[in-house]
């Protein structure tokens, strides 16, 4: 979900991340997680006709653990000074750290 408002001359673009629980595998880095929707969830999600809250709120579950996986990255990511795709690889291919 996205905004685009505009206080005094200011364009401001703002997003909203809905979250949900972690699943196992993201439970000892944090206890929320984005909620990443499966692709037969899409057409229910983007049907502006749709809005029986029940449905929706199925569709905002924790991803399964099973098919996502995790590695450490550099803590760089942390620090938006540093603009780099080089900072996501995971930490035993990287250089530099």
């Given amino acids: 979900m996205w905004?685009?408002?505009?206080?005094?001359?200011?364009?401001?673009?703002?997003?909203?991340i809905i979250t949900t629980d972690a699943n196992e595998l993201l439970q000892p880095i944090h206890h929320r997680m984005p909620v990443i929707l499966p692709q037969q969830d899409y057409e229910n999600w983007l049907d502006p006709q749709l809005q029986d809250t029940e449905i929706l709120q199925e569709i905002l579950q924790p991803y399964p653990a099973e098919q996502m996986s995790a590695y450490a990255v550099?803590?760089?990511v942390n620090n938006p000074q540093y603009q780099s795709p080089d900072w996501i690889v995971p930490e035993s291919q990287a250089i530099g750290n």
């Fill in 74 to 76: 550099s803590t760089k």
């Fill in 3 to 16: 905004e685009q408002w505009h206080p005094d001359a200011e364009n401001i673009t703002s997003c909203t």
